[in-house]
């Protein structure tokens, strides 16, 4: 059951403003949420597309995240069987050479708070270095690519997963035993994942 101290705790996140002035187009928390969720995607941080339709992963990195999972957009989006929360909620802005990391101060406020609302979650798709960093701590290798070749240290609870983005493009044809080994075992589990959850609902006696 959803407690009014959930309710309140995503109306802290819809309106929060923490790091508002360091934020080039302002605030504008993206995410998604439910406690009925047994799949987490930890992202990054919105990019200017996610930003403008307040809508996650709806851009290109989304097309090939959801690609790599097997699944389609109304499955994806919906809050009962994944739950989205980037690093970062807000759109970061722009560097160098891509988006700036997402803001510290996000993970800092707000997202174990979130984490303690999914009692669910059986499995957690760590996305990028930041998201590796948080949720696998000092058990991370030096690298990424180092991280990603040992997911079975991790599975099936974490999974380590490289940028779905374009930018990473490169990085895939230099792994290409990313997509051809852990990625079915990926869409294995997430169908079994799904088809459980779907027969705990259909289960009489349950809504």
Known sequence: MVTNN??????????CTICADDLPLGANPVFQIDPQANILIAGQAPGIRVHNSNIPFNDPSGDRL????????????????LAILPMGFCYPG??????LPPRKECAQHWRQKLLNHLPNIKLTLAIGQY??????????????????????????D???????SP????????????EKEIIPTLQDQIKTLLNAE??????????
């Open 167 to 178: 930018r990473n493009n490169i990085w895939l044809k230099k792994n290409p035993w990313f």
């Open 158 to 164: 974490i999974l380590p997963l490289p940028h779905p």
């Open 198 to 207: 779907n027969h705990h609902y259909s289960a009489p006696g349950l809504s």
């Open 131 to 156: 998201a590796i960093k948080w949720h696998l701590q000092d058990k991370a290798a030096k690298s990424l690519t180092d991280t990603v070749q040992n997911w079975q240290q991790y599975w099936p």
């Open 66 to 81: 959801r690609n790599w999972l097997g699944i389609d957009k109304a499955v994806f989006y919906d809050p009962k069987k």
């Open 94 to 99: 722009t560097g160098k050479s891509g988006d």
């Open 6 to 15: 959930y309710n309140q705790l995503i109306t802290d996140i819809k309106n």
